[in-house]
């Protein structure tokens, strides 16, 4: 009831850090463009496979300044059960998703206050989401109405020929290819979700368009993890070229960022020969880290951040850099610009991360020697519950469904799902 929302509206109000005031509202009425990379672990970044880069192309971005891209490290996915759904979901409402299933599947008929939505009812932004799947996928085109996304472009807005579909769908290639034409026609400025998918478990390939070698595990998805990997960074490098060519490249924010995990525990021997290192259960929350890349118009790339983040930070950042309070949302994330950004990642399982140590299945360790903390501190007590209470406090948002009871300022409208249609595309 009310009595809920406003104790988890107390803690998000005491969570909040306000924003680094050169960067507010610096990319308002900019065009953004989010890539989603399927499966994309950040130990692909730099990683040699036989000498040679997997993925050349996101390198660059990380390592030439002049490309205006800040790269954060330390960066995780905070996903569960929902994998691709539940990141979608914490990217654009700064919640988390459930402890089981998929919040995208059950709770699509919730009350959200979502970023699409937001910017849209504040700034005029056009929401599009772009992913060469079929639209039920996830429940997808029932919670996007929820979500405020105005337009969905999937498998019927796409040649989705033998050739070129693999796996779930779409190839990622003729993906992007054929989005820009309808990225084109957008109504600006726009928010675009370009979601891949070529890169997804279990890695498949066709042998003429993998472009290095696998790895040599002996672990068949593994192997091919890397080739997959270098597909996307391929499609990638592309889709940048044609976003130059069309114009929509020099005066857009862009974010790049990885949705989850994609080798799972159960390849942790072939992981050891990949990272060279026994897989405990540390080293495997260190490998939930996924990319998070963003270049601002106008604004110099900072090169690598090191500031220990997760996804439901993405969402408040963005609203900050369209110049809109964040403030008056209920958002678990904090601005990643801020002075008072707060580096403390919890996962969906109630482990979590900060810069010195971690909570991993019951246990701290410290991380620079990477021994358990025998004698964790009572600060470090007192964040573990903190990280079950803001998970709990989130699930009861998603479960009472108690955004219906928050109005974030005068401003807002509930959004009406008889607005938002899907339509096949007309032939
Ligand atoms: C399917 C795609 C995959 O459309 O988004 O979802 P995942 O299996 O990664 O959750
Ligand atoms: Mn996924």
Known sequence: DSNDITEVQNYTKAKYAKPNEELFGVAKGKNVIKIHLESFQSFLIDYKLNGEEVTPFLNSLVHDQN?????????????????????????????YGLSQGSAFSTKADNTYQALPAIIDQQQGYTSAVFHGDGKSFWNRDNIYKNLGVNKFYYDSYYDMSEENTINYGLKDKPFFEESVPYLKDLEQPFYAHMMTLTHHHPYLIDEDEATIEPAKTGDPSVDRYFQTARYLDEALEQFFKDLKEAGLYKD?????????????????????????????????????????????????????????????????TLLHLLGIKAQDYILFGTDLFSKDHKEFVPFRNGDFVTPKYSYVNGIFYDNESKKKISEPTEDMLKTKEKALHELELSDKVLNGNLLRFYTPNKEWEPVDTSEYFYPEKKV
């Open 67 to 95: 490309k205006n891209f800040t790269y954060f490290d330390n960066f995780f996915h905070q996903t569960g059960q929902g994998k691709t759904a539940d990141a979608e979901l914490i990217m654009d409402t700064s919640l």
């Open 252 to 316: 857009s924010v862009i974010m790049i960022y990885g949705d989850h995990y994609g080798i799972s525990e159960n390849h942790n021997r072939a992981m050891k020969e990949i990272t060279g290192k026994e897989i405990t259960p540390l080293k495997n929350a260190e490998l939930q880290r996924v990319p998070f890349m963003i270049k601002i118009p106008g604004v110099d790339g900072q090169g690598v951040n090191h500031e220990y983040s997760g996804q439901t930070d993405v969402m408040p």
